[in-house]
């Protein structure tokens, strides 16, 4: 039997529990997965998990928004059957109920979540007293308390695999993120020389580094690498990587991210491998393994395709 597209076909299982402003919800919402194998379907349950707080997010990190009936189930549904949506940001009229259908809800179907945008979550609740606000998230693993081994750690989602990595906070780094870090001010990749493996018309390796996220890089041959040479050696340890801004950010998973000094490729250290990116256009991460090094070089089996690389030094 040929692959079938993934259909959900969602129905409410659970009933809430209070209204938005209330201090509970529950939810779970099923969908039908039919597989390739012989007609076979097997079905599964997404469970959203409701935060007492609004998550501010750019435009592009917005897939949709719409108005609805002040019931929030739609906005969730609406989620689980959106490709990429990773959580939701949702507002609505206090007061209104299910049976106040004169009362609109607005919803914002999101590509991020509170995990990779932990310094954008804000705690105000209601705006003007005429508005009452929440966030929802797909239910997973980072969800519990201390996924991490310490608290230096941040516990970032892979929806699709269900699986998670835990990365330092910034401040931190060192193999247990117990390294207290200050990071540098300046992206030092922006005064460095980019070259890569090959030339593509277009795709200039300065387009990495020229701080414009509509020029991107794109290899696409066995072995392709691009790297960024320093002005000189720092200590370097913290990247802020921008995929993608138009399709595509699962082009980026499993990037290598190694350094070294200039003719010395042999003695290259591993710093980083990016996770699974297809929801990500801003990841922040420290090296695994700090050092002093000039030189930046991004690896893969066969294909690079990201918009820009920010390189940072670490102090202390």
């Not at 209330?22 to 599964?44: F, H, K, M």
């Not at 609805?68 to 949702?90: A, F, H, I, R, W």
């Not at 695999?161 to 193999?175: L, R, S």
């Amino acid at each position: 039997m040929g692959k079938i597209s993934l259909v959900f076909l969602a129905t409410i299982l659970v009933n809430c529990f209070g209204n938005i402003g209330g201090s509970s919800y529950g939810l779970n919402v099923r969908y039908l997965q039919p597989w390739e194998t012989d007609n076979a379907v097997e079905y599964g349950y997404v469970n959203m998990v409701k935060h007492g707080f609004y998550l501010e997010v750019t435009s592009s990190e917005v897939i949709k928004f719409f108005e609805t009936k002040p019931n929030v189930d739609q906005c969730l549904v609406e989620c689980v059957q959106t490709m990429n949506c990773t959580s939701v940001n949702y507002k609505q009229q206090l007061g209104a109920s299910v049976l106040t259908e004169s009362l609109e809800g607005q919803c914002s179907l999101l590509r991020t979540d509170r995990f990779r945008n932990a310094d954008k979550i804000s705690k105000q609740t209601s705006f003007g007293y005429a508005i009452a606000v929440a966030h929802f998230s797909l239910q997973h693993e980072c969800e519990l308390d201390e996924p991490c081994p310490t608290e230096n750690h941040l516990c970032i989602p892979d929806y699709q695999t269900g699986e998670f990595e835990c990365i330092c906070k910034k401040g931190f780094h060192g193999e247990f993120c117990t390294n207290k870090t200050a990071i540098g001010t300046e992206n030092l990749a922006k005064y460095g020389a980019a070259s890569q493996s090959y030339f593509t018309a277009g795709y200039y390796a300065s387009n990495a580094i020229d701080q414009n996220l509509d020029t991107i890089l794109q290899l696409w041959h066995d072995g392709c690498w691009w790297q960024v040479s320093l002005q000189r050696k720092y200590l370097l340890g913290h990247f802020v990587f921008h995929n993608r801004q138009d399709c595509c950010l699962n082009r980026a998973n499993g990037l290598q991210i190694h350094t070294f000094n200039e003719n010395d490729l042999a003695n290259q250290i591993h710093c980083y491998t990016l996770p699974h990116m297809h929801s990500v256009k801003i990841y922040e991460f420290n090296c695994t393994s700090s050092r002093m090094a000039n030189t930046v070089r991004v690896t893969t089996p066969d294909f690079i395709n990201f918009a820009e690389l920010e390189v940072y030094e670490l102090w202390g």
